[in-house]
């Protein structure tokens, strides 16, 4: 598996991510987690992202019971989490509507809850899920700064935010923020056009990509029926599966991003993982693309 270089090579993940947002959804023991965790290992993928939302805050504490079961997987790891959104739940009795809170305290609060639940002392990476128009950018630099003189959080970045909340958010802080992670798909090009991809590129920051299947929409939905077709048709030219082909799209970009892979059966894991070895030449890619947007490129 690649290895992609972050924070000056002090920090590197595995250019593909295993993602644990449905986890909840999987069934599995906390033994069943260890062995799916090791045989992410087995192919490479060392880096796993959570947030304390995923799973109704429940997903950090089922993957804190493998850690706990199997204690040396920490050290093989590289853990992401995310916080900064607040929905109703039986986890959050207090909270009666959506929202999104980066206020000092409450980021300070959710990191150190995830630290709790996962089980361990330090985040290797953690952001802020969504970008808050209340966000007091010093407030947020603030509570970098506690964490990470604290020991609790190696790097910090952010999730779906623009290049200017990126920018803004950056110049209150004495060190780099590593990364943003985007959705980024055919289905979903938009990071590709409006500069936020531009913007990690030109300052040697690499993205992390969620969704890159567009939700799993590539597959039976009839509004993407002729991306579906031109995959499957590339895919037959390079031996490959319509999931790989699409992850491929992904990874061609020149921005390096790192795809999340949301399966939880290995598999499927073990297949999509597999799109690193898929080259995408210039017609293939743009075919996607202009399959996925229904008219040719101007």
């Avoid at 504490?61 to 995310?82: M, N, Q, T, Y």
């Avoid at 929905?87 to 206020?103: G, I, M, W």
């Avoid at 995830?114 to 361990?120: A, M, T």
């Avoid at 947020?140 to 999730?159: D, M, P």
Wanted: net charge negative; charged share 20%; hydrophobic share 40%.
């Amino acid at each position: 598996m690649q290895r992609v270089e972050l924070a000056n090579g002090d920090l590197s993940f595995s250019r593909c991510i295993q993602g644990y947002w449905r986890l909840t959804d999987w069934n599995m023991s906390a033994q069943d987690l260890v062995r799916f965790v090791e045989q992410g290992l087995e192919l490479g993928i060392t880096t796993t992202d959570h947030a304390d939302v995923y799973g109704a805050f429940t997903e950090e504490a089922l993957f804190g019971k493998a850690l706990k079961l199997a204690p040396h997987l920490r050290d093989k790891l590289e853990i992401v989490s995310k916080g900064g959104i607040q929905f109703p739940c039986e986890q959050k009795p207090d909270v009666y509507l959506a929202h999104y809170n980066t206020s000092k305290d409450y980021l300070i609060q959710a990191a150190e809850r995830s630290l709790q639940q996962l089980g361990i002392d330090t985040l290797d990476v953690w952001l802020i899920h969504r970008p808050d128009p209340l966000m007091d950018v010093d407030d947020v630099a603030e509570a970098f700064q506690r964490l990470k003189q604290a020991g609790k959080v190696r790097y910090f970045g952010v999730s779906n935010f623009s290049a200017s909340q990126f920018s803004l958010l950056q110049s209150r802080l004495a060190f780099p923020l590593i990364t943003n992670q985007l959705e980024i798909s055919a289905v979903n090009t938009d990071s590709v056009f409006d500069g936020n991809l531009d913007y990690l590129t030109q300052n040697n920051i690499k993205p992390m990509a969620w969704s890159c299947l567009g939700g799993g929409k590539v597959f039976d939905d009839p509004q993407y029926a002729a991306l579906r077709h031109k995959a499957l048709e590339i895919g037959e030219q390079l031996n490959a599966k319509l999931d790989q082909i699409l992850m491929a799209f992904v990874l061609r970009l020149p921005c390096e991003a790192m795809p999340i892979i949301g399966s939880g059966n290995i598999e499927r894991v073990k297949q999509q993982a597999g799109a690193v070895d898929i080259h995408l030449d210039h017609q293939q890619w743009f075919s996607l693309l202009e399959a996925a947007r229904g008219f040719p490129i101007p």
